[in-house]
């Protein structure tokens, strides 16, 4: 008998409840795994005042992977520390891998790319302080931390065939933190004969993203820099809810839409869900290989594919031009594995 997962499942907040049980109305149909749901989020907070359910933690540690939707992390009013950096940090989430693929008709530009974003370093180091009129934030790069994100980016060119990792950096102005990130960079790619490495400055590869076609193959990115050139990467594609990522340590893995809660959108059944499927198809791959399950990884592929082919077929939700609900699409999507 193979593996029967447990996935722990966070709904989330705004469209995130609605492109997460379209997902699980797939998933629950193409694969046999237990899901636990988590409630964790702002609205979880306002009906009870916490951010996340008691032992909510206790219950992602007991699953073989997480299953989430985006939360809303309040800039006004009550807030709460951010459930996504707590979830990082807890279990050490250094990886966040966000692939973009471009679709004739649909994308701005021709791009068939990996982000490798360094995921809880850098500005996000969550060392913030006010001294008097002065907010500082510390922006922390570790050797160790610089090193095994170049490690994974290089290891997952390998996995992939493909040909050229890039670094993208600012080491002309922030010579020390970039500085090490580089050094690191160039020190692993030595190791990686097979792989071409080379750099790129952040505001230079922006300009790349949106202005040639195939821009990069793999790119390895510092946190912040990682956020932004996503949502720069996604609005090539054609829609922030097309894109999928994980996110990964060395024993756990959360997987989620690149994209937030969209509230100008949510309780309409219109939000895309396929960011969503293409987040649950990494993760079926992610524990395939982690366990060995070559059977995981199979229905992880195939349900890839069959995103590319509802959209090719123009099954499409608003935000690319077309009027299916967010159901709709998943149902075309398993109509097609
Ligand atoms: P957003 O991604 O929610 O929305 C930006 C634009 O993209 C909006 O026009 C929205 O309608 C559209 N969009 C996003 N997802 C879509 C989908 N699935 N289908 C169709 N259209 C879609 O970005 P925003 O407004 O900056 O963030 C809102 C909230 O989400 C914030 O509280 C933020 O903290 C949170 N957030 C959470 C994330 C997470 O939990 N991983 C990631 C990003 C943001």
């Known amino acids: 008998m193979g593996l029967r997962p447990r996935i722990a499942v966070i709904r989330g907040d705004g469209v995130g409840p609605e492109v997460i049980d379209a997902t699980l109305s797939l998933l629950e149909r193409v694969v046999d795994a237990e899901f636990v749901e988590v409630r964790a989020g702002k609205a979880y907070f306002n009906e009870t005042g916490l951010p996340m359910e008691e032992g909510g933690m206790d219950k992602l540690r007991e699953s073989d992977a997480l299953l989430k939707g985006p939360i809303a992390t309040p ?6 520390p951010s459930v996504n950096l707590r979830i990082r940090r807890e279990f050490d989430l250094y990886a966040n891998i966000r692939p973009f693929k471009s679709y004739d008709g649909i994308s701005l530009r021709r791009m068939d790319l990996v982000m490798v974003r360094e995921n809880v370093e850098g500005l996000y180091s969550g060392e913030e302080e006010l001294r008097g009129d002065v907010a500082v934030t510390r922006r922390v790069i570790t050797r160790r ?54 750099d790129y400055i952040v505001d230079a590869a922006a300009y790349r993203l949106v202005k040639v076609d195939r821009p990069f193959d793999v790119m390895l990115l510092p946190n912040l820099y990682g956020d932004i050139l996503s949502d720069v990467a996604a609005g090539v594609i054609g829609s922030l809810g097309l894109c999928g990522s994980a996110q990964i340590g060395d024993e756990y893995a959360a997987f989620e839409p690149i994209h937030g809660t969209a509230e100008d959108i ?47 077929d123009g099954v499409l939700t608003p935000d690319l031009g077309g009027n299916a609900t967010t159901f709709e699409v998943a149902e075309a999507v398993l109509e097609r594995m």
């Open 266 to 312: 949510a309780g309409r059944g219109i939000a895309n869900p396929l960011g969503t499927i293409l987040a649950a198809s990494m993760m079926l791959e992610w524990l395939g290989i982690k366990y060995r399950e070559g059977r995981l990884d199979d229905i992880g592929r195939k349900m890839r594919e069959a995103v590319e082919r509802a959209v090719k």
């Open 145 to 198: 931390g610089a090193r095994r994100i170049a490690e994974f980016a290089f290891r997952l060119a390998e996995r992939e065939g493909r040909a050229k990792v890039t670094a993208i950096h600012k080491k002309n102005v922030l010579k020390v933190s970039d500085g090490l990130f580089l050094e690191e960079f160039y020190h692993v790619a030595s190791k990686h004969p097979s792989v071409e490495a080379d």
């Open 75 to 80: 800039t006004k009013g009550r807030s709460y």
